[in-house]
């Protein structure tokens, strides 16, 4: 009699942990699934969107783009995110799939449109290039600091921070706003 | 080697130039001290094979194959594509003119046309199309005026100059490049254009990109724009062009270059608007400093691959910066043969090249060599050979080949169409990917179905294919889980009953076993 409510006891447990706990996939399903997870061993990179230079420049703006959905309050469009960081992954590929998963609209021209032979961002969130003003677009900075290199040249590693920043004035008023930042 | 000769080459050159000087006429203007005429037609030919190797074009193809032509629009191969016309070092000019024409075609069906904001582009095109015998001012069955649409008409879509004074040079560039007339009820004239670029000048003379920074490359633009008028009675534009071209002249170092940060794109730009100017970019005395000049100072950006860099201590060239070299040394080569100005087509169009076209054996042979099934990778040589039939002379001879082709065409768009479409849908469909759950099964399995009627290499111009896969994998993993979780309910059900039935079994047989018991008491 008490075996019988034993083995009852277990059936209900592994059905139970059966229902509750477990995906039923392959090795390489599982991979596929979870590629994006971040686990304790994983490597990452961080990445955020703004547009905080056109809140000081409002004026320049296309009347068309005076919105909060283009241009937020805040003028943050991604706050700082965690990413997984694949092998070979570059600037480039981490936005895509960020603002793919957000989604966040995005324009950009492949490397074989470029002189540069790199991808080369046009548009976020339907801000553009000239969209507010002369001298304005989307530029990208890692770890602080621009480079000279298109965004599908450079390579991430672990613990890296990309910040995509929208500049009014080729990126000289994203260099100030370093300064500031670091005073 | 060069170098080192240098001495005796200059008492050469002296001797040499002074023969020239009284014996012919014709020959007025003086090579380099250091680089012959063929040192300077090597180095371009260089640039060129550069670019070819960039684009994985083998060395004796000619540069307009497909692989260069396919980009035609874009300025990654445009400024190319017009200094090789300026050269006439293609013999196949119509294979990008046809591909750059497409590109306008296609481009003007959208609402933006060219480009949203950048006049630059209308310009950058038709100079383009000039230089390879083409006509900016009716392009595809509709007749696109470039020139129009770009230039003095372009106030209609967006301000000429939403890219600073850029879009006011080149629109100048570009209307005096075959002196283009603006029409009455223009909205732009000629002389407010030169006026607006007049006004931007900085007191030092130098023109800017940013607020009232000086910048040597738009100062050099701005003075090949404005060189058509450099002989005119216009005293404030003639002083407006000495005080820019004093800057440049103040600006220029011992090496004979500018501060390396301006990259040899700024010393390319200044030989291009000195040569417009008719100075000498390498024999003026305004432009020697120290026994160097603007040539030294560019080859001195030379790399040994063949192309050119943008700053001196970079180690790889840069096709942006080969690109101005190019224009660069072939604005010095025409200006020592005689011939007009890098931007001045009035004299010398090529405009026969385009009404002599003949659909000829070679083209046959491409035909025949496209394959049964065609892949978007095919466009090019699909849109050229149509393209080329339909304007050649002998179109009536090939009346088969003409429709196979149109076939051909309207069949690779519709892949590319197809292509888009998927591309939108996984895109509007697929994210979060948190959220994708089993009820999107029957939408990830349709696009699906749909990647997988695309040929291979068609399949891989879907972006987020990785995701349609995760998509779908996901919502296999859930099915499957769903069905064993079936299964584990009622396998654990039957279970339950099949305890409760023996249990009653039991219940039932402990109570046969006290019956006879109770019996045998009662008994």
Known sequence: MKKDILIIFSAILVVAALIMGMDFQSVDEYYLTHIDDIKPDSQTVFLSIDCKTILENYDKLDDNLKFEKYVPKDGIILKKTEYVLRKGDTVFDILSRAVRHNKIQMEYKGANETAYKSAYIEGINYLYELSCGEGSGWSFLVNGKMTEYGCSQVKLKDGDVVEWKYTCNFGEDLKQADDKEMK | MLNKSSKLNKLILLFATVTALLLSPINAFAEHKDYSNA?????????????????????????????????????????????????????????????????????????????????????????????????????????????????????????????????????????????????DNACTTKDEIVDSILSKQNRDGSFSLIDNTPDIDITAMTLTALSPYHKSDNMKTKACINRAVDYLSAHQNKSGGFADENGSEAISQTIIA????????????????????????????????????????DSKSSSISGEQALLALTSINRFQNGMSSLYDFKTDTKTKAVNHIIFNENDVK?????????????????????????????????????????????????????????????????????????????????????????DKYDQKQILGYEDLLKARTKIHTNQRSMIIETIAVGVFAMLIVLIIIRLKKRRQAKKENQMPADDNIDW
Request: with cysteine; glycine share 4%; proline share 3%.
């Open chain 2, 274 to 313: 000195l040569c417009s100017l008719g100075i000498d970019p390498v024999n003026d005395t305004r432009f020697i400093k120290d026994n160097h000049d603007l040539l030294d100072a560019l080859m001195s950006y030379k790399t040994s691959d063949g192309g050119f860099k943008h700053q001196l201590d």
């Open chain 2, 366 to 454: 491409r035909y025949k060599a496209l394959h049964e099934k065609l892949t978007t990778k095919d466009y090019t040589e699909v849109m050229y050979l149509y393209n080329k039939l339909s304007d050649a002379e002998n179109k009536n001879d090939y009346p088969e080949i003409l429709k196979s082709l149109k076939d051909k065409k309207v069949e690779i768009e519709a892949v590319r169409k197809k292509i888009e479409s998927i591309n939108a849908k996984i895109l509007n469909n697929l994210y979060p990917f948190d959220d994708i759950t089993s009820d999107d099964a029957d939408m990830v399995e349709s696009i699906y179905k749909d990647v997988k009627t695309l």
């Open chain 2, 39 to 183: 040192d300077i037609e090597k180095t371009m030919q260089g640039i060129i094979d550069w670019k070819k190797n960039d684009l994985d074009i083998d060395k004796s193809d000619d540069i307009f194959s497909a692989d260069f032509t396919v980009t035609a629009g874009s300025p990654s191969t445009d400024w190319y594509a017009l200094a090789v016309g300026r050269l006439d070092s293609s013999d196949n000019n119509y294979a990008y003119l046809s591909m750059l024409e497409n590109y306008v075609v296609e481009k003007y069906k959208t609402a933006t046309m060219l480009d949203d904001t950048k006049a630059t582009e209308w310009h950058r095109i038709s100079l383009v199309m000039l230089s390879l015998g083409g006509d900016p001012t009716q392009v595809g069955d509709d007749k696109i005026n470039l020139i129009s649409d770009g230039t003095y008409n372009r106030e209609l879509f967006s301000p000429l100059d939403s890219q600073g004074i850029n879009g006011l040079v080149w629109a100048l560039i570009t209307l005096n490049s075959m002196d283009y007339k603006t029409p």
